[in-house]
């Protein structure tokens, strides 16, 4: 009697135990919550439907969409990675900012994970690829960048969507003598300077992606004349700017647009559902790729490896994180994700089809240009501060007149030289 008894205490306690340890896993209604941290803020309601999909198939999971400003983004996810917190699933830049995760130990190896990886274009893999071939993140969104325009403002000015530079300038000119403001854009947010104006304007006069990996490998400066020029063309903008530009940041400038008071914004596909929702849709508003410097160029266009999905190597969930990624990595995800989110293109290897007429046009627009990224995110990121910090500190010193155009690009080599040292 005895030794039964001992049995069933044994017993009673080995099932306490695995209760216990079962709720360490799971939220008070017994399901797994898995958390998506993502610099997305526009895109809390869209990702939500998103998931949806997934965990109607899955009733155990729950997953929570925590998006940050993306320039504190970088700031709190290494934080909390720093501290065994963080979320399980998590957007990742491209290049050296997604890579500093990983050395540091925070990312699971996904090499033999990403289901397919060996049909991802290499281009898009590489961006979350070590230099040993560790991919620690699965390619998952890229974006375009280039110019809207309200179609009411052309209209009125009798403008024509302009193919090259001096077409571009007749219009800002034409909307400009009218009285009116022509681009809606500010200089207070450094990064929507360095990477939407310069990174969709600039390759046309620096030379898109073989200046690039010049100035990666170090042949090249930004001192260089195809550099400067590139600075020059993004300075003469600001006579078409609002008159408080140097005050305005990102979202004060794309309000302007969003109200109908400048005729043109220079921005991302990413834009194209905040501005529908706000009712600028195809009707009313067109949009063109970033003007060549001379008639006949092949468009140099930036086509951006923006957003990968790595796993959190501390995760309490991560076999369920996995499992959820591999679903990230596959057509319904994708379809939905360029569904609610038009302008967001999937990596995703597959037959999927584009239903926004914006997008579409941003898209085939890849298919007659040369590819290129945005200039400082790979190699040139990898220190403190980075080439993308460093940019946007040189266009925005540029614009408020701290900076020539010369000085700026001066400025910017000298802060660069560590790099090749």
């Given at each position: 009697?005895?030794?039964?008894?001992?049995?069933?205490?044994?017993?009673?306690?080995?099932?306490?135990?695995?209760?216990?340890?079962?709720?360490?896993?799971?939220?008070?209604?017994?399901?797994?919550?898995?958390?998506?941290?993502?610099?997305?803020?526009?895109?809390?309601?869209?990702?939500?439907?998103?998931?949806?999909?997934?965990?109607?198939?899955?009733?155990?999971?729950?997953?929570?969409?925590?998006?940050?400003?993306?320039?504190?983004?970088?700031?709190?996810?290494?934080?909390?990675?720093?501290?065994?917190?963080?979320?399980?699933?998590?957007?990742?830049?491209?290049?050296?900012?997604?890579?500093?995760?990983?050395?540091?130990g925070y990312l699971v190896d996904?090499?033999?994970?990403?289901?397919?990886?060996?049909?991802?274009?290499?281009?898009?893999?590489?961006?979350?690829?070590?230099?040993?071939?560790?991919?620690?993140?699965?390619?998952?969104?890229?974006?375009?960048?280039?110019?809207?325009?309200?179609?009411?403002?052309?209209?009125?000015?009798?403008?024509q969507e302009p193919s090259t530079?001096?077409?571009?300038?007749?219009?800002?000119?034409?909307?400009?003598?009218?009285?009116?403001?022509?681009?809606?854009?500010?200089?207070?947010?450094?990064?929507?300077?360095?990477?939407?104006?310069?990174?969709?304007?600039?390759?046309?006069?620096?030379?898109?992606?073989?200046?690039?990996?010049?100035?990666?490998?170090?042949?090249?400066?930004?001192?260089?004349?195809?550099?400067?020029?590139?600075?020059?063309?993004?300075?003469?903008?600001?006579?078409?700017?609002?008159?408080?530009?140097?005050?305005?940041?990102?979202?004060?400038?794309?309000?302007?647009?969003?109200?109908?008071?400048?005729?043109?914004?220079?921005?991302?596909?990413?834009?194209?559902?905040?501005?529908?929702?706000?009712?600028?849709?195809?009707?009313?508003?067109?949009?063109?790729?970033?003007?060549?410097?001379?008639?006949?160029?092949?468009?140099?266009?930036?086509?951006?490896?923006?957003?990968?999905?790595?796993?959190?190597?501390?995760?309490?969930?991560?076999?369920?994180?996995?499992?959820?990624?591999?679903?990230?990595?596959?057509?319904?995800?994708?379809?939905?994700?360029?569904?609610?989110?038009?302008?967001?293109?999937?990596?995703?290897?597959?037959?999927?089809?584009?239903?926004?007429?914006?997008?579409?046009?941003?898209?085939?627009?890849?298919?007659?240009?040369?590819?290129?990224?945005?200039?400082?995110?790979?190699?040139?990121?990898?220190?403190?501060?980075?080439?993308?910090?460093?940019?946007?500190?040189?266009?925005?010193?540029?614009?408020?007149?701290?900076?020539?155009?010369?000085?700026a690009a001066a400025w910017l080599?000298?802060?660069?030289?560590?790099?090749?040292?």
């Amino acid at each position: 009697m005895r030794t039964f008894t001992f049995g069933l205490t044994r017993i009673a306690s080995f099932f306490s135990l695995a209760l216990f340890l079962l709720s360490c896993n799971k939220d008070d209604d017994n399901r797994t919550e898995l958390v998506f941290a993502s610099w997305r803020i526009d895109d809390v309601d869209e990702m939500n439907r998103i998931n949806k999909i997934y965990t109607s198939k899955h009733p155990d999971i729950t997953i929570r969409f925590d998006s940050y400003d993306p320039m504190e983004y970088e700031g709190v996810i290494t934080d909390q990675l720093s501290k065994q917190k963080g979320a399980d699933i998590i957007f990742l830049w491209s290049y050296d900012k997604g890579e500093a995760l990983y050395d540091a130990g925070y990312l699971v190896d996904l090499t033999d994970i990403i289901p397919n990886r060996s049909s991802y274009a290499a281009s898009a893999l590489n961006a979350w690829t070590t230099d040993e071939g560790v991919t620690y993140g699965t390619p998952s969104v890229g974006v375009t960048h280039g110019v809207y325009y309200l179609k009411s403002f052309f209209t009125k000015y009798s403008i024509q969507e302009p193919s090259t530079w001096n077409e571009f300038i007749a219009a800002c000119e034409k909307i400009y003598a009218g009285g009116e403001t022509a681009i809606a854009q500010g200089a207070a947010d450094g990064w929507s300077l360095s990477r939407i104006v310069f990174g969709g304007l600039g390759p046309n006069f620096y030379g898109g992606e073989p200046a690039r990996q010049e100035l990666m490998a170090g042949t090249a400066k930004v001192t260089d004349a195809n550099f400067i020029e590139a600075f020059n063309a993004v300075n003469s903008l600001k006579k078409y700017f609002p008159a408080n530009f140097k005050t305005l940041d990102y979202e004060d400038a794309r309000q302007i647009f969003l109200e109908e008071d400048a005729a043109m914004y220079i921005g991302g596909s990413w834009e194209i559902s905040v501005l529908e929702e706000a009712g600028l849709n195809s009707q009313k508003i067109g949009w063109f790729a970033p003007p060549v410097k001379n008639a006949g160029d092949r468009v140099q266009y930036c086509f951006h490896v923006d957003a990968g999905i790595g796993v959190n190597k501390d995760s309490k969930h991560k076999e369920e994180a996995i499992e959820y990624l591999k679903w990230l990595c596959g057509t319904e995800y994708a379809g939905a994700l360029m569904t609610e989110l038009p302008g967001f293109f999937s990596y995703t290897p597959g037959n999927l089809t584009l239903g926004n007429e914006l997008a579409q046009e941003m898209f085939n627009t890849a298919s007659t240009s040369d590819l290129t990224v945005r200039l400082m995110f790979e190699k040139l990121n990898s220190k403190t501060p980075g080439g993308d910090q460093l940019l946007n500190d040189a266009l925005e010193g540029m614009l408020t007149g701290t900076y020539t155009p010369a000085t700026a690009a001066a400025w910017l080599q000298e802060q660069l030289e560590s790099y090749y040292n």
